[in-house]
């Protein structure tokens, strides 16, 4: 066999390769674990050009894998697969494009829910009393997004079509459509006071670890929201906790952590105005996956470049 | 004295009426009530031809305004002021246009929030709960809007923006861009089915009253949602209350009521699943309400037609 699926979704992937009628997309192996059916020595012997996978499982196969050459990701985060230590003879692509949509839609919720008081109402109901009071309205308000790639782009567009002032912080400052604003990291302590809604989509690499720290949170405004849906690593979570305790910022929702599951005596769980989701922001569906693993194939099999290539140093 | 600007947020008015510079926009008074100041007796004496205030306040001054030309509610419901027996010898003009993009924000908030489980992350974190499942998305998902004026399009186009599918209803059936399908209240036993949000924006007619009771709530998807933006007399209530009790549709959100605050010992307080929200979903807010009226008093000088005329017979 040329090409191996391994992925917890392997019978999705299964499916849509069955339909797909992709000419040349044969001769592969599809399965959830290696296990009796598949051994690493199955692997061993035959010769795996590419494998599309969830990384960690990934990682698990790559010793068994000598001739891979082209290992495509079924996420965005590929961060197990870049150690240094590790193997980087082979093209990595992970998958962008199909999460800004997802993403959108959790930032503007959570955006929109507290403009709207969801929790406030719900809390007023129990109580039986009716919430004689104005609500916020997300239009006018301002967003500050760290990290506009695709993803940041599709939420920087979504809070625009609801009348918000856009600030964006990236690597490299240069002009964005959708993006009123762009600054880099050193323009934080004139951005972040500006901002209604702070939300991190920086992918996790040596730069992005802690840069939401106490001071980051101190520029925040206090009515301010913090939101996390990049990577755990980015957010010093004792100092989050304790601005979020303080009333240094306002509230919090936080989808990623840098453990996960969130261990089950982190502070977290007891801070106050802190909303915690479970790394779902932006699930990965294996239709759209494997959409753009289907593109890539067709690429691979042609000889052309790939598409969303992760280049092992810069980490993205 | 010609106009008299009557609402609750006097101060606010006076502020624009002062800066807007507008021609011909003198010789008027300002109040939050008739009292000392202002008087009855001072009204029938003055020549007042135009009125800017909220309906209920209106109608405690229209018989004192013998040469009212023109009354500019500051609202969008004037139901108050269509009585048979009241006067109808004036131009009534409400306010349209400002509200679409709060009435979005609220639709699109309570929906994402469905979708996303807010309120069930909240429970999970309460009990200190890694909430391991798979939340909806709303991409993708049908969204039908009982009532598309000029608020029902801003929803559908703030609906289509996430990717749902927009299905409409309204008095005559004609094509309009942002709905995928417009039928009239005939079609509802096959349209009701296939929606996974049902949002009522019906303006408060005699022939919207009791429209949502138990026949239309089940036809509803039992994984839907009931949104009500419009007038309370929309829905028979008890009918909601049975439908979210028994499981006949998922949830339910309400902003307006029969009665306003709910009364104290109403189902509603005790119904599951059900959202409440203290009509507040598209505040008015006199800067915008002023902008509407300043147009409408240039035209009103001119002698042109005015925007947003109310009609008597109609309703809306």
Same mark, same amino acid.
């Given at each position: 066999? %040329?090409?191996?699926?391994?992925?917890? /979704?392997?019978?999705?992937?299964?499916?849509?390769?069955?339909?797909?009628?992709?000419?040349?997309?044969?001769? $592969?192996?599809?399965?959830?674990?290696?296990?009796?059916?598949?051994? /690493?020595?199955?692997?061993?012997?035959?010769?795996?050009?590419w494998l599309l996978a969830e990384p960690s499982l990934a990682l698990a196969v790559l010793p068994y894998l000598?001739?891979? #050459?082209?290992?495509?990701?079924?996420?965005?985060?590929?961060?197990?697969?870049?150690?240094?230590?590790?193997?980087?003879?082979? %093209?990595?692509?992970?998958?962008?494009?199909?999460?800004?949509?997802?993403?959108?839609?959790?930032?503007?919720?959570?955006?929109?829910?507290?403009?709207?008081?969801?929790?406030?109402?719900?809390?007023?109901?129990?109580?039986?009393? $009716?919430?004689?009071?104005?609500?916020?309205?997300?239009?006018?308000?301002?967003?500050?997004?760290?990290?506009? +790639?695709?993803?940041?782009?599709?939420?920087?567009?979504?809070?625009?079509? *609801?009348?918000?002032?856009?600030?964006?912080? =990236?690597?490299?400052?240069?002009?964005?459509?959708?993006?009123?604003? =762009? +600054?880099? *990291?050193?323009?934080? &302590?004139?951005?972040?006071?500006?901002?209604?809604?702070?939300?991190?989509?920086?992918?996790?690499?040596?730069?992005?670890?802690? =840069?939401?720290?106490?001071?980051?949170?101190?520029?925040?405004?206090?009515?301010?929201?913090?939101?996390? #849906?990049?990577? +755990?690593?980015?957010?010093?979570?004792a100092d989050l906790a304790a601005a979020l305790s303080n009333g240094i910022i306002s509230a919090a929702v936080?989808?990623?952590?840098?453990?996960?599951?969130? &261990?089950?005596?982190?502070?977290?769980?007891?801070?106050?105005?802190?909303?915690?989701?479970?790394?779902?922001? /932006? &699930?990965?569906?294996?239709?759209?996956?494997?959409?753009? *693993?289907?593109?890539?194939?067709?690429?691979?099999? /042609?000889?052309?470049?790939?598409?969303?290539?992760?280049?092992?140093?810069?980490?993205?």
């Amino acid at each position: 066999m %040329t090409g191996l699926i391994l992925s917890k /979704a392997a019978l999705s992937y299964q499916h849509f390769a069955e339909q797909s009628r992709i000419e040349d997309l044969r001769d $592969w192996w599809v399965t959830e674990c290696l296990d009796d059916v598949l051994s /690493a020595d199955d692997l061993r012997r035959a010769s795996v050009r590419w494998l599309l996978a969830e990384p960690s499982l990934a990682l698990a196969v790559l010793p068994y894998l000598p001739n891979l #050459v082209w290992l495509q990701s079924t996420w965005a985060g590929v961060e197990v697969l870049l150690a240094p230590s590790l193997r980087r003879d082979y %093209t990595l692509t992970n998958i962008r494009g199909i999460f800004a949509p997802l993403m959108s839609e959790y930032v503007l919720a959570h955006c929109l829910a507290h403009e709207r008081r969801l929790l406030a109402h719900e809390a007023a109901k129990r109580e039986k009393r $009716w919430l004689n009071e104005h609500n916020g309205v997300l239009r006018g308000k301002t967003l500050l997004i760290m990290g506009v +790639g695709s993803i940041g782009m599709g939420i920087a567009q979504a809070a625009r079509f *609801f009348g918000m002032r856009v600030l964006g912080v =990236v690597g490299t400052a240069r002009p964005m459509s959708d993006v009123d604003e =762009v +600054g880099t *990291f050193v323009d934080l &302590p004139t951005l972040l006071p500006r901002a209604d809604y702070v939300v991190n989509v920086l992918p996790n690499t040596p730069a992005t670890q802690n =840069v939401v720290d106490a001071r980051f949170l101190s520029l925040m405004k206090s009515s301010a929201v913090f939101m996390n #849906v990049g990577r +755990g690593q980015a957010v010093i979570e004792a100092d989050l906790a304790a601005a979020l305790s303080n009333g240094i910022i306002s509230a919090a929702v936080l989808d990623v952590y840098r453990e996960e599951p969130l &261990p089950e005596h982190h502070v977290f769980w007891d801070t106050p105005n802190l909303t915690l989701t479970s790394h779902t922001a /932006a &699930p990965s569906f294996p239709e759209e996956v494997f959409g753009v *693993f289907a593109e890539n194939h067709r690429r691979f099999v /042609a000889g052309e470049d790939l598409m969303y290539q992760v280049s092992f140093e810069r980490g993205y």
